[in-house]
């Protein structure tokens, strides 16, 4: 039987997913209690509320988040984000935060979905988060690009170096119509053999980034 595997952070109220932008807000805009006048003796139901930016828990980048003339969220095709063939890349031994082109060099990622493995994501919900997380360099983003790499995640705060105002990875692989996926988790229940990745966000116009429930499925 297949195994489906969770690779997402879950969403809630008053987390900060990136430092500087807010939390979201969770609440009710029609409670149970509330509810309760307008239906038969017992029925109840809740109608939720959340406001939130866009970039928050586990998400998926579209071109539009970084060139105005890109693809948004609805005008990605579902073949660059679901049943995609995935290849994980473990550089959990590293030398330096940033991730050359050197980790993905022997590796088949044509036509795939590129998962980043750094561990970083232990560190989510703590102040270590935001500070000297893994990231792709410039080499890297080229490289996968060059190769026909169908979409990118990583596991860390952010693909590109903070500290970086040019950000190259999210400039090159968006450029390209790359989409890339931040704040994975969960990679290490992964095996190292075949797995399918699954990337889907809510289909909203003039959007170029959004939340997903990132998952995988093993044989």
């Known amino acids: 039987m297949p195994t489906l595997l969770d ?4 969403v809630e109220h008053g987390m900060i997913t990136y430092k500087g932008l807010p939390a979201p807000i969770i609440c009710d805009y029609l409670s149970r209690e509330e509810s309760r006048q307008h239906y038969a003796e017992g029925v ?27 693809k948004d969220l609805s005008e990605l095709p579902l073949t660059s984000l679901a049943d995609l063939e995935g290849v994980l890349v473990h550089v959990v031994d590293r030398k330096s935060r ?9 590796l088949n990622v044509r036509g795939k979905a590129v998962l980043v493995h750094t561990e970083w994501s232990q560190h989510w919900r703590t102040d270590q988060y935001f500070e000297g997380h893994p990231f792709l360099t410039k080499d890297a983003a080229e490289y996968l690009t060059d190769q026909g790499v169908k979409i990118v995640g990583i596991d860390t705060y952010n693909i590109d170096d903070t500290t970086d105002g040019t950000r190259p990875v999210h400039s090159t692989l968006l450029g390209n119509e790359i989409p890339i996926v931040e704040h994975l988790t969960g990679l290490a229940q992964i095996p190292n053999r075949d797995f399918r990745f699954f990337a889907v966000p809510v289909k909203v116009k003039g959007f170029g980034t959004f939340p997903i429930r990132a998952f995988a499925i093993t044989p």
């Open 7 to 10: 690779l997402s952070h879950t």
């Open 44 to 70: 109840e139901f809740n109608i939720g509320k959340i406001e939130m930016v866009a970039n928050t828990g586990t998400y998926i980048d579209s071109p539009f988040h970084r060139y105005a003339h890109g």
């Open 98 to 106: 940033g991730i050359t082109r050197e980790a993905f060099k022997d």
